[in-house]
């Protein structure tokens, strides 16, 4: 498998994306919020992180001209399943590497309408039941058909006839979706400049791991897997969906793979496997509960202090006070700082502190606390 890394986006992926997570409330200022008050991670970190992806966000937000109900209907997720309107409309064609809004077309209109009517009912099995199998082959042959199976689904009645509704106007809703995206996509482009430092730093990092790594390690690390070697590989970045990674395999006759990456995603994985475990908190918890451990953490609390001196004022032997520290240090709670020849002991408040957060968090907050109060 050849594997190639981009550095310019899909416009097109990128506005339905971003008019996605507008439609649903879920935009990059929203995730940056719950980020650092999840993972209690410092803002300024995050905020460079998010900067020129919230500037472009609502840049095109701000300037697009289509009411709100529009977009509803088109990107609105529908209760807790993964599917709008526009996946049904667009049946994945657009993850399919085009900026040309009019080869789009002509594809969407391809083929006879018993053919349409079987790709229609496979965009439908694959976005409300998650079944997406290639080889399955479907033969229905008119609409009476078509409507059997979405009666089939284990949807409610207004999802069912919203389904039967997009195909009964397919080619209005079709012009007016990709009027929508053509009118975002020409919003990004205005500000593509601010987010080019991101799209080349998403180019050098990936080109690096792809010399250092097998085919089948890349896809391991973004959760993702693949049998089918024979195809290349083109690898994207996505910038409105930048903690996501997903795989589209080719419908067309170029035989390339198609993997659009969040530009973030190795950066929030980062920040999400430092935070706290569980078995972590247990283990730091059960390090907590030892009467004598408890005992040296406050008597250090405000001031350093040496083993000898330790032990003598918590009545305990130097080797005790050794052992308990080993312990006290690797759980990230003691300080060590050196004068002369001894060594000198002190709470690292800011980790305790730390920890107790995510144990609250963990235990007790519900996702509206505001644990910094």
């Known amino acids: 498998m050849n594997i190639k890394v981009f550095n310019k986006p899909n416009l097109f992926v990128e506005c339905m994306e971003l008019l996605m997570k507008h439609a649903n409330k879920e935009s990059p200022r929203k995730y940056k919020g719950d980020l650092i008050q999840k993972y ?3 803002s300024e970190v995050v905020d460079e992180m998010f900067v020129r992806i919230i500037e472009v966000y609502d840049h095109v937000v701000s300037h697009l001209d289509v009411s709100q109900e529009r977009l509803a209907f088109f990107f609105a997720t529908k209760e807790e399943m ?24 002509m594809e969407a209109h391809q ?12 965009a439908l099995i694959s976005h409300i039941t ?12 008119n609409e009476h058909e078509l409507f059997q199976i ?9 999802r069912k006839w919203l389904c039967m509704q997009v195909y009964q106007n397919y080619e209005s809703h079709l012009h007016e979706l990709f009027a929508i ?4 996509a020409a919003l990004y482009e205005q500000k593509m400049h601010l987010i080019q430092p991101l799209l080349d730093e998403f180019q050098t990092h990936y080109e690096k791991i792809v010399e250092q790594q097998s085919a089948s390690q890349l896809f391991s690390s973004f959760k993702l897997t693949i049998t089918d070697t024979s195809h290349d590989l083109h690898i994207y970045p996505n910038v409105m969906g930048f903690n996501s990674a997903r795989l589209n395999h080719s419908n067309r006759t170029d035989d390339f793979e198609y993997l659009y990456t969040g530009v973030l995603f190795d950066k929030l994985s980062m920040i999400v496997h430092e935070v706290i475990s569980d078995e972590s908190i247990c283990k730091q918890l059960k390090i907590l509960s030892d009467t004598s451990k408890y005992a040296i953490l406050k008597s250090i609390r405000d001031m350093p202090a040496y083993g000898q001196e330790l032990a003598e004022r918590l009545n305990l032997t130097t080797a005790t006070i050794s052992h308990h520290m080993n312990a006290l240090i690797n759980s990230g709670f003691i300080k060590i700082e050196k004068r002369a020849n001894r060594v000198y002991y002190q709470m690292d408040k800011d980790k305790l502190s730390h920890f107790l957060k995510h144990m609250y968090q963990n235990l007790i907050a519900s996702p509206d606390d505001d644990i910094h109060s």
């Open 40 to 42: 209690d991670v410092q």
């Open 82 to 105: 993964n599917w709008c309107c526009a996946h049904l409309l667009l049946m994945d064609r657009l993850y399919h590497q085009s900026d040309n809004i009019h080869q789009l077309l």
């Open 111 to 122: 083929g006879d309408k018993g053919e349409w009517i079987n790709r229609y009912a496979k």
């Open 130 to 141: 998650d079944h997406d199998d290639e080889s399955t082959t479907l033969l229905i042959s």
């Open 150 to 158: 979405i009666d089939s689904f284990e949807i409610d009645f207004e």
């Open 181 to 184: 995206l053509n009118q975002a």
